[in-house]
């Protein structure tokens, strides 16, 4: 079939071309949001799991609800060398502005750009630029050089300013996992203020399944500030969907046989749906329709298309010790794995090969969900290493 009309996507973040099976999670932020809006307390939220499953495309989905009820909203993926105190002082600029009547700023737009002010010299920040030019510092709030206590002042004063417009305030937060244990907790003693105060400011957090660990250990009270929800495969028929709607639009209808083939080798997964999916239709003789034929033919172009790009740019950034730990992982079949027997495969002692586990998590290929215990962060990811990694060596 024409390649131009495709209308499958996969990539890192990019929007389905249908979004099924996350409908619980959309009308807990709609929920959220007009509770808020209401003036009654609602958690924040934090959405958990592996790479492909669509978080960020969630995290997308919920600004624009955000943005439907004319929230200010901001969109950041946190990385492990990000500058925390700088990047939340301009999501915070941003957000103050927009919240702005008119150009010239009110007195309570001056009052909490001042309190932004006092932020940045406190944390030794650039300038806020023209927007700084006739603006005072406001002494004795976000200047007590305790980032726990000055986060929470900058965003109660975000909270209330928003409150006063009508409005809110919804901060999607990408891989934050990323954020040390300092930035972290000061993230939520911030929030805990905010949640006490019952303003109109929302936190979507998302990342890796260990982000409810790291969270507790950041805050013993995170467990009871957010909303916890992890994110997975896509159950069988949404899964269909995911295929079908999109090919239906374009007047394509799947072989229910052809779907099974599909369903079944990508596990659900939306991002291998979308790759598995476009192989298909490019690879359909018939103009109208998939067939179990168009998938086999497809199958080993999908699954070079993934290994060349979204595995191969994986392991690229790890060493050969590294990837030796990721092929004794494998060769012991589905994660998760317990830490002490990838050592005994190695043949070598759990103390030996921490710093290798260490720095694959801190990498981004794995993730510790329990004590002793690591797996994969990308779903089907042993599938590869002993696919091109063992077959290598």
Known sequence: MDPTLNPYSPGAGSPPPALVGRDAEIEIIRVAIERLRLGRSEKSFMLT?????????LLQE???????RHWACELVEASPTMKFQQVVADVVQRVLLRLSPAQTLAAR???????????????????MGEVAVGLDPVPGHAD???LDADLAALLIEVGEMAG????????ALDEVQYLSRKNLGALIAGLHRVHQKQLPLLLIGAGLPSLPALAAEARTYAERLFAFRTINSLGGADARAALELPAEREGVVWRPEALDQIVDRTKGYPYFLQEFGKQAWNAAADPGEITPSAVETAL??????LDRGLFCARTGRATDAEREYLVAMASLGKGPYASADVAAKLGKSTRKVGSLRSRLIKKGLCYSLRYGEIDFTVPLFDDFVRRRLAGDD
Not at 49 to 57: E, S
Not at 62 to 68: E, I, N, Q, S, T
Not at 164 to 171: Q, S, T
Not at 300 to 305: F, H, K, S
């Open 62 to 68: 919920f600004v624009d609800l955000g943005l439907r």
């Open 300 to 305: 080993p172009i999908a699954v070079d298309e």
């Open 164 to 171: 006063e417009r009508g409005r809110g305030f919804l901060f």
């Open 144 to 146: 007590s050089g305790s």
């Open 49 to 57: 799991g592996l790479r492909g499953v669509g978080k960020t495309v």
């Open 109 to 127: 737009a001056r009052r909490a750009l001042g309190v932004l002010k006092s932020f940045k010299i406190t944390w030794n920040l650039p300038e």
